[in-house]
């Protein structure tokens, strides 16, 4: 079989063994849509100023950050069980190189970024009000020089994904211009053939 626009060469096993398991591409959009938002949120909050609602929008981010925590791990045993599908073979080796590299660091970020913020609230004295429902209340002192430490690695952290998922989209948007195959492996409904 030679390889077309629409039908992308491939060497490994059958479709199934071709595509990413339909849990892990809804968790890939799931995670993907949350932490777009909460890139987003996070800047917003940067000009809310104290008082008024800015305490509950603050406990909101956070309550959305550590539900992607979880989402993280829940994703990364996932993945653990469910080995990624094959990279197209006509996938230059730089390529495959840059893709674990970048995949490695997004999940790193992905894992660090909410545990920083959590670590940072149990050095306030507010702590963390779930979903406005479970108070988790701070287990270390009130200390602003720690608090400060994790929220300028939360903010440093938070650079460093914001930059790890552009590179992701922009190489998400070559792949899908160039009709090689890898978008297919991840975008819901597409046909492999």
């Known amino acids: 079989m030679s390889a077309t626009l ?66 993280v791990w829940l994703r990364m045993g996932w993945r653990w069980t469910h080995p990624a599908p094959p990279l197209p073979a006509s996938l230059p080796e730089w390529q495959r190189a840059a893709a674990a590299a970048s995949h490695f660091a997004l999940y790193a970020c992905l894992f660090v970024l909410p545990l920083v913020g959590y670590l940072g609230s149990n050095f306030s004295k507010h702590g963390i009000l779930l979903y406005g429902a479970v108070k988790l209340r701070p287990w270390g002192p009130d200390d602003k020089g720690l608090y400060d430490l994790f929220r300028n690695m939360h903010t440093v952290v938070a650079w460093v994904l914001v930059t790890l998922v552009s590179v992701h989209i922009a190489a998400a948007i070559y792949h899908a211009v160039r009709r090689d195959g890898v978008m297919g492996r991840v975008w819901p409904g597409t046909q492999i053939p």
Do not use: C, M
């Not at 059958?14 to 591409?25: G, K, L, Q, T």
């Not at 890139?39 to 809310?48: P, Q, S």
């Open 6 to 71: 629409d039908r992308p060469l491939f060497l490994h096993g059958d479709v199934a063994s071709r595509r990413y398991s339909r849990v892990a591409i809804a968790l890939h959009w799931l995670v993907a849509v949350l932490v777009i938002g909460q890139i987003f949120f996070g800047w917003y909050l940067g000009d809310v100023p104290p008082g008024g609602s800015r305490g509950t929008l603050v406990n909101l981010h956070k309550s959305i950050g550590l539900t992607l925590w979880l989402l």
